[in-house]
T-cell receptor, first 108, second 114 residues
Framework: KNEVEQSPQNLTAQEGEFITINCSYS?????LHWLQQHPGGGIVSLFM???GKKKHGRLIATINIQEKHSSLHITASHPRDSAVYIC??????????FGTGTSLTVIP | DAGVIQSPRHEVTEMGQEVTLRCKPI?????LFWYRQTMMRGLELLIY????????DSGMPEDRFSAKMPNASFSTLKIQPSEPRDSAVYFC????????????FGPGTRLTVT
């Protein structure tokens, strides 16, 4: 059983579309990370959340602690957003659990 | 700042050889993390340090793996002896303090054990 489930696994969108990636988890957490991994392999931390909502440019991340769910939204998607997006949660026991990632392709 | 620096970027070695991966965290960051990424298992946290002290090494797969952080600006991950199943990309990351702060990742070391 995976402690962190992401959906969808793969997503193809037209440039300009609004995109949502979901992350559900089954353990109590102290924080949740959204990571972006580019086709070249580099990993960038997008957000670290423990409650509420954060926004950075066209990216928005929300978390609902009661429902054990987080979403990553991309507004006005662009081909450069094509990447794998990974959800990772920090268990209250200080263990790190990773989702398997969502592969996003944005077509011009 | 140059960001997190890892070396080498690529390593190809034969089974049974010792492999040492190196990491220089961002100056001023007090926490350092070693990750492994494979197609089968995805991203896994191997070990992390706070103030040069190993806090949690429960992700280290077996005794063949060891990690050290002799000072705030340098860490190593050693595999001895290496096996083909150790082939993966190994990432190092650093943060200001602990797991609940934004982490900055290095470019990774792609290890191939033949």
């Amino acid at each position: 059983k995976n402690e962190v489930e992401q959906s969808p696994q793969n997503l193809t969108a037209q440039e300009g579309e609004f995109i949502t990636i979901n992350c559900s988890y089954s353990v109590g957490i102290s924080a949740l990370h959204w990571l972006q991994q580019h086709p070249g392999g580099g990993i960038v931390s997008l957000f670290m959340l423990s409650s509420g909502k954060k926004k950075h440019g066209r990216l928005i991340a929300t978390i609902n602690i009661q429902e054990k769910h987080s979403s990553l939204h991309i507004t006005a998607s662009h081909p450069r957003d094509s990447a794998v997006y990974i959800c990772a949660v920090i268990h209250t026991g200080n263990q790190f659990y990773f989702g398997t990632g969502t592969s996003l392709t944005v077509i011009p | 700042d140059a960001g997190v620096i890892q070396s080498p970027r690529h390593e190809v070695t034969e089974m049974g050889q010792e492999v040492t991966l190196r990491c220089k965290p961002i100056s001023g960051h007090n926490s350092l993390f070693w990750y492994r990424q494979t197609m089968m298992r995805g991203l896994e946290l191997l070990i992390y340090f706070n103030n040069n002290v190993p806090i949690d090494d429960s992700g280290m797969p077996e005794d063949r793996f060891s990690a050290k952080m002799p000072n705030a600006s340098f860490s190593t991950l050693k595999i001895q002896p290496s096996e083909p199943r150790d082939s993966a990309v190994y990432f190092c990351a650093s943060s200001l303090v602990g797991l609940s702060y934004e982490q900055y990742f290095g470019p990774g070391t792609r290890l191939t054990v033949t």
